[in-house]
């Protein structure tokens, strides 16, 4: 089984940027794909941005489209989120996120293993 860790979290001004890092242990074999979810205060789980295996197809949700990127080093067994002009509604606690067989990326219950979460905070 693998397990997540975040990192790279922490408090910024709207405008502002933050990369958020996933570091992979365990079963880091896989194949994996990987997500990044986010889950702001009396919300649900918010599909943010994944990325296939080997890294060929991505997806991001609407929201964060053009100031969000998703990468990942398989090397290091590393996911990444490059957030660029954060805004107040990205304040979230964000999670990352591994399964093997993804047919819906926005379906929290898709993934096989999760990050503890790290919070984001955007102030205006």
């Known amino acids: 089984q693998v397990r997540l860790a975040e990192s790279g979290g922490g408090l910024v001004q709207a405008g502002g940027s933050l990369r958020l890092s996933c570091a992979a242990s365990?079963?880091?074999?896989?194949?994996?794909?990987k997500a990044w979810f986010r889950q702001a205060a009396g919300k649900d789980y918010e599909f943010v941005a994944g990325i296939s295996q080997k890294g060929s197809t991505i997806y991001y949700a609407d929201s964060v489209k053009g100031r969000f990127t998703i990468s990942r080093d398989n090397a290091k067994s590393m996911l990444y989120l490059q957030m660029n002009n954060l805004r107040p509604e990205d304040t979230a606690v964000y999670y990352c996120?591994?399964?093997?067989?993804?047919?819906?990326?926005?379906?929290?219950?898709?993934?096989?293993?999760w990050g503890q979460g790290i919070r984001v905070t955007v102030s205006s």
């Open positions: 365990g079963d880091t074999v896989g194949p994996y794909a």
């Open positions: 996120a591994a399964g093997q067989i993804i047919t819906d990326w926005s379906r929290p219950s898709e993934y096989d293993a």
